[in-house]
C-alpha cells in the first residue's frame, strides 16, 4: 500500500465516524511515514510499519466525548432503520419508549458520573494524607522551639522534634508507594472510561 493510498483510507474512514481534528490526524501520520522513509524505509514498509486504519480510527472514535458518541450511536440507529424502511417506526418507538430508556440512560450515567468522582476522590485522598503529614512534621518541628519562650521544657522540645523526624520519614516513606497508587488510579479510571465508551462504538 503506498502513501497515497493509506492517507486516503484513513481521511475516509476518520470522515464516516464523524472524528474532529482529521486534517490534523491525516498530517500527523504523514509525518510518521516520512519520518520512517527519512531513516531508510521504502514507502511500502514505511506504511506497514504503520497501524491499519481500522485501529487508528477506533483509538480515534473512543478519545470522543461519551456524548458525542451515544449521539453519534442513536444517529447510526436511526439511519441504518430509515435504510430498510423502519424510520417512523423508529422514531414512534423511541417517543413511547422514552418513560423506559430515558430513566434508565439517566441512572446510567449518574453511576458512571458517581464511579469517577469516586475513583478520583480516592486519588486527591491520597496525596492529601501524604500533604498532610508534610505539614504536620513541619507544624511539629517548629512547635519544638516553644522551649525559647518558656511554654514547654527542653526535653519537651526535643520530643518534638524527634516526632517531627519520625512524621517527616514517614511522609517520605509514603510519597514513592502513594504516587505509584493514584498512578495506578488514574490508569484505571482511563481503561473504564475505554471501556465504558467502547459500549457506544
Known sequence: MTKKEYLDNLLVNLTENNVPNIDAMVEFYSELIDD????????????????????????AVVEKPITTLVKDKI???RDEAKKKGHGALWTTLVILGFPVWFPVLFTFFTLIFTLFIVLWAVVVTLYAVNFSLAVTSIAVFIGG?????????????????????IIGGLFLIFMTPIIALAKG??????????KIKGIFV
Not at 527519512?38 to 485501529?55: H, K
Not at 521544657?153 to 526535643?158: C, Q, R, S, W
Open 145 to 165: 522551639f516553644a522551649f525559647l519562650f518558656g511554654q514547654i521544657t527542653f526535653t519537651g522540645g526535643l520530643c518534638m522534634w524527634a516526632a517531627a523526624l
Open 75 to 77: 444517529k447510526k440507529n
Open 185 to 194: 488510579m488514574v490508569k484505571v479510571i482511563k481503561f473504564t472510561l475505554r
Open 36 to 59: 520512517r522513509i527519512e531513516d531508510g524505509m521504502t514507502e511500502e514498509e514505511a506504511v506497514a510499519a504503520m497501524d491499519d486504519v481500522d485501529t487508528v480510527v477506533g483509538e
